[in-house]
T-cell receptor, first 112, second 109 residues
């Protein structure tokens, strides 16, 4: 693989279910990010990680959790999905926490 | 609060020039990015400005005035493939990117 991959591409989920969105990068970037993108709004940061083993909260962290066990993987978990979490989710990475961010193809999530 | 403003939508003609403006009010400033996002795809990096002035890269140029909290993206010799959303983002004092809602650019033949 080259760049960032996300899985699944799309998902329809019943409210209350648990869901993990996967993100893997092979660029050995230190920093990784999770965003959600909703129509009419800018990208909003959910959680970030500046390096393996550390994570931080972004603008809209409630209802989401992340982990960063290694450099390459940065999964995002919705513990109990709600309809307001219907969105397109993008994972991104950068070489350092000030640099150009590279984005994955996105996951389109619908919570019913 | 932090705020980034861009026009919601613009229309231009193939072969012409278009300027997309971005104004920002953020807690600190560590640079401004422009990204392009085609419908249904991920954003891709276009430019980065941290000092005042114009940065030129082929058909695309980006300008920054830190004192005015203002940037613009200039696209020349427009092509149909330039139809996309253009996102302005500012790196704030915490080194987090604050994103504008994006400008949808429609190119007409």
């Amino acid at each position: 693989i080259a760049g960032i991959t996300q899985a699944p591409t799309s998902q329809i989920l019943a409210a209350g279910r648990r869901m993990t969105l996967r993100c893997t990068q092979d660029m050995r970037h230190n920093a990784m990010y999770w965003y959600r993108q909703d129509l009419g709004l800018g990208l909003r940061l959910i959680h970030y990680s500046n390096t393996a083993g550390t994570t931080g909260k972004g603008e809209v962290p409630d209802g989401y959790s992340v982990s960063r066990a290694n450099t390459d993987d940065f999964p995002l978990t919705l513990a109990s999905a709600v309809p307001s979490q219907t969105s397109v989710y993008f994972c991104a990475s950068s070489d350092f926490d000030m640099g150009e961010q590279f984005f994955g193809p996105g996951t389109r999530l619908t919570v019913l | 609060g932090q705020n980034i403003d861009q026009p919601t939508e613009m229309t231009a003609t193939e072969g012409a020039i278009v300027q997309i403006n971005c104004t920002y009010q953020t807690s600190g400033f560590n640079g401004l990015f422009w990204y392009q996002q085609h419908a249904g795809e991920a954003p891709t990096f276009l430019s980065y400005n941290v000092l005042d002035g114009l940065e030129e890269k082929g058909r695309f140029s980006s300008f920054l005035s830190r004192s005015k909290g203002y940037s613009y993206l200039l696209l020349k010799e427009l092509q149909m493939k330039d139809s996309a959303s253009y996102l302005c983002a500012v790196l704030d004092s915490n080194y987090q990117l604050i994103w504008g809602a994006g400008t949808k650019l429609i190119i007409k033949p």
